[in-house]
């Protein structure tokens, strides 16, 4: 069974970092998407960004420049790194998993979830 746990959640000032990571067991990620969601209060899930099976990645608009995604193969780990945090970045931040291919963030497209980490970012 493959499972997802996310860590790296925290709180911080505008213009701070974190990195959130993804272990994943079960499978390996090679041969999977990766993606980030987030979701704040009231609001619909999210696709942050995504990287597929070859390494191909993908942000969405609004965090182009600031966040970027990468895999350890070897560790079985994704990581977002995160830079220059604005507040309307705070959100839970969930990974997901689906085989090969990415889905432009289709929620039900993905399989498999992480059960999410908390960001806050205050001005």
């Known amino acids: 069974q493959v499972q997802l746990v996310e860590s790296g959640g925290g709180s911080v000032q505008t213009g701070g970092s974190l990195r959130l990571s993804c272990v994943v067991s079960?499978?390996?990620?090679?041969?999977?998407?990766m993606a980030w969601f987030r979701q704040a209060p009231g609001k619909e899930r999210e696709g942050v960004a995504e990287?597929?099976?070859?390494?191909?990645?993908k942000y969405t608009d609004s965090v182009k420049g600031r966040f970027t995604i990468s895999k350890d193969n070897v560790a079985n780990t994704f990581y977002l790194q995160m830079n220059s945090l604005q507040p309307e970045d705070s959100a839970m931040y969930y990974c997901a998993a689906r085989s090969l291919f990415c889905r432009n963030w289709a929620i039900n497209e993905y399989t498999y979830w992480g059960q999410g980490t908390q960001v806050t970012v205050s001005s």
């Open positions: 990287v597929d099976y070859l390494g191909r990645t």
């Open positions: 079960g499978s390996v990620i090679n041969r999977y998407c």
